[in-house]
């Protein structure tokens, strides 16, 4: 069935780097980067470059690429090779929203042709909004632009669903519908099939957009072009949103012959060495064990790039929202959606054990995992000999002897079971909510002495009762402090909490935490013995050591 387009017209390669990877930088690019980046596209000829987005929401700092406005685009440089090649791309989101028309935004957007730097104008399409998105193809074909459709998360769709946009693609003036691999999940053969089915309801040019997450961006899209697709994107180093795309440097060389020309990449490679090497090591896109994940269950790769950049997320809660995702669903990217992830216990909290059964009208020396521990281990091993307080510990922390060590508490399911060994070898009691941890995770703790204090996680909330607490987050430390809060401690001292610096966002969290506490819990005060950053009363452990 698609012998007939198995020999290629000529394919046509665009370079979309400065709009897909601007979901890094804000779409902020230094002006010297982007006149050697047109320099390189140049050498290269690239048939198309897209060198943005088109949007009217002007929420929030975003550079110009951002908006490509032709006031914006004829500020730049752009070579004379380059001229009739430029293209910016539009959501379908704002095309069909509510406020206007389609035509109302679309005037908004784009001058005619005739009065404007861009030749291609692209429209990003979920399935669901492609019937009421079409229509823009009419208006700017009659402003003398080239169209494409370029459709997203098609591999969620049914194949009679993707003959379906096909045929009704079919009615309107596009010169290349596209489909993307939004997740990062296909592999070639999986492309082969969608090409198929786009092919029976579409007979004209078609393109392909695939991302990296499970390295496959190069074979997938090549792939395509075998098949007879002649559009295929691509960027500098694979920059672009979550695991990024099929690198140009690669694929330029790749598509050599069906392009029939002689390929120099010299100033593409000057670009990478100069610029972008250093951005990726700077914002860290490219193909992990995390967008693999993604790709495989078909995850929004933009939950790992926000995580990625947030140090409130360790690697344990990253793996836990990808979990949490891959059961609850994770198609369409919502921060709320990862806030709520990362904090897993959101259902009613149970506990059996009650907390004042150890703990009531006790001094008990907290210990954290800051290097203050370890730095301070003599005094605070000096103090535990004198006063004999009851030592908690956060997780598998061991900075000072271990038989000084009471008793341990830990909450994250992925810490527990990447922690299951050590905390079967400890000998100290843990404290953790056995009724809501997973199975997979009691498994691996079926030897060890648990005690069973419940967790429920709501924002901005502190609250404890006998067997449970609701936390704001779950972070180890709020689960120890609502489980000395319970159990009526006397006084509650904290060694290793040093604190993160004042840009930090964990170092914000943190405080919350403390300040929650402190607001809400009055009859357990605390005291941190080591130096700390956070908002909290401090002492020295050398003053207390000696003291009775």
Known sequence: MLGEYLINKEVKLLDCTLRDGGYYN???????????????????????????????????????????????????????????????????????????????????????????????????????????????????????????FNLMQVADRTDDEIISLAKLASNYPLDSLYFADSMGGLNPTEVKHIVSLIRQGWKGEIGIHTHDNMNQALANSMAAVEVGITWVDSTVMGMGRGAGNVQTEYLVLALESYRQQQTNITKLLELTGRYFSSMKALYGWGANPYYYLTGKYGIHPSYVQEMLADSRYSEEDILAVIQHLKVEGGKKFSLHTLDAARHFYSGESRGQWEPKKLFKDQEVLLLGTGPGVAKHH???????????????????????????????????????????????????????????????????????????????????????????????????????????????????????????????????????VFNLFLSNIKHCPILSITPTRYEIPVASIYALEGSL
């Open 26 to 148: 804000a779409w902020d690019f230094d002006p010297k980067l982007v006149s050697a980046y047109f320099d390189a596209m140049t050498i290269l000829k690239v048939d198309f470059v897209e060198v943005g987005l088109r949007t009217l929401n002007i929420q929030g700092f975003k550079g110009g690429f951002a908006y490509s406005t032709d006031r914006f685009l004829n500020t730049l440089n752009i070579p004379s090779e380059l001229k009739e090649k430029i293209g910016v791309m539009v959501n379908a989101t704002e095309l069909v929203q509510e406020q206007l028309s389609l035509v109302e935004v679309l005037q908004k957007l784009f001058a005619p042709k005739s009065e404007s730097p861009v030749s291609l104008v692209r429209i990003a399409c979920h399935a669901h909004e492609l019937a009421n998105a079409l229509p823009a193809a009419i208006w700017l074909k009659g402003q003398g632009y080239l169209v494409g």
């Open 378 to 512: 003599h005094a605070i091993e000096s103090y535990i000999f004198q006063h004999q307080p009851i030592v908690l510990a956060l997780n598998t922390q061991s900075a000072i002897a271990q038989d000084l060590i009471d008793i341990r508490v830990a909450c994250h399911p992925i810490r527990l079971l990447a922690d299951c060994k050590d905390h079967v070898q400890l000998s100290q009691p843990l404290i953790t909510p056995v009724s809501m941890l997973p199975q997979n995770v009691l498994d691996s703790l079926e030897d060890k002495e648990l005690l069973d204090f419940g967790l429920q996680v709501q924002y901005d909330r502190f609250e404890v009762s006998d067997n449970y607490c609701v936390i704001p987050n779950s972070l180890v430390l709020s689960y120890a402090l609502a489980t000395l809060a319970s159990g009526q401690a006397k006084r509650i001292l904290l060694a290793g909490f040093d604190g993160y610096g004042a840009d930090d966002p964990r170092r914000k969290e943190v405080d919350n």
